[in-house]
């Protein structure tokens, strides 16, 4: 990609050398324990993943009604967060993400518009190891997520790095690819999305569930976000993009870690799934493209 001459956000909040401690994770209760289930759904983590998740949480927060003695590793007692420590010139990741983002700002802005609606846009927090947000806790495990109820983006940059030595995927285009997954998140919650995957009384897990669904429109979205950038694109951006897409997908990753596949427990999307409604979005530059409800299959 070519961002030498874009411009930056300032949309961006930074927790990067913050102290979070006092409640234990996600602020303790239910409320801390939901949001973190919340999150780690975001990830693909099936259920029985969830239900060591929630376990582990309760251990270490005391149980549903908060207040316990044990916090987690790396969240000290006190404050709810301390002061940041002061930070160097910028990175080249933060201009980089900061760039990113303001290209998805022009275009949902310019989609909005064209809609007769207001683009209201994210925020995107950076952190390091763990943060807080309006979810519950933020860890850097769990990779980027947004946050419906806060209506932000958590970021924490060593994902990058673990796309490159994890995944093996490298490139500018695939990182930005990732923050414009994350928007496209925005997007569904701006526009009630989340209300038609319900309505369409499919289960919420599943190869053709409603949370697949929900994370292939997002996948569109973020074809939509490039197709109208093609002109900073170099070659072989979308090829990046797409190999990023493939391997994160559900079965890939699964094969990955169990040596098995179980579509029941899908949340994501196939590899396949995700590079195809990517390059739906990417082709047809149209929204209107990513309705994943209406399909018959997915």
């Not at 899908?266 to 493209?289: C, I, L, N, V």
Request: net charge negative; charged share 20%.
């Amino acid at each position: 990609m070519r961002l030498d001459d874009e411009r930056e956000s300032s949309n961006i909040e930074d927790q990067r050398g913050m102290s979070f401690g006092g409640g234990g994770v996600g602020g303790g209760g239910l409320g801390g324990l939901l949001g973190l289930i919340f999150a780690a759904r975001g990830l693909g983590i099936g259920i029985p993943g969830l239900l060591i998740i929630g376990a582990l949480y309760l251990f270490f927060s005391g149980g549903l009604g908060g207040g316990g003695s044990r916090a987690p590793s790396g969240f000290q007692p006190g404050a709810s967060a301390t002061a940041p420590t002061q930070r160097g010139a910028e990175s080249q990741t933060d201009v980089f993400v900061r760039k990113v983002l303001a290209s998805t700002e022009d275009t949902w802005t310019k989609i909005f518009q064209a809609n007769g609606l207001q683009y209201r846009y994210p925020k995107l927090v950076f952190y390091s190891g763990q943060g807080r947000s309006g979810c519950g806790a933020a860890q850097a495990a769990m990779g980027p997520f947004y946050c419906p109820s806060d209506q932000k983006i958590y970021l924490d940059e060593s994902f990058f790095q673990e796309m490159r030595n994890r995944f093996g995927v490298n490139g500018d285009f695939a990182n930005a690819y990732v923050i414009a997954h994350e928007v496209g998140h925005h997007v569904q919650k701006l526009t009630s999305q989340y209300a038609k995957a319900q309505a369409t009384g499919l289960p919420e897990a599943g190869s053709g569930g409603q949370q697949v669904r929900i994370e292939l429109q997002a996948d569109c979205y973020a074809g939509v976000w490039g197709a109208d950038h093609r002109d900073i694109l170099d070659p072989g951006d979308v090829d990046e993009a797409l190999r990023a897409a493939n391997a994160i997908g559900d079965d890939t990753l699964q094969r990955e870690s169990t040596g098995r596949v179980a579509p029941d427990s899908f949340t994501h999307g196939t590899s396949a799934q995700r590079m195809r409604w990517f390059k739906k979005g990417y082709e047809s530059g149209d929204p209107a493209a990513c309705d994943t409800y209406s399909a018959q299959e997915v």
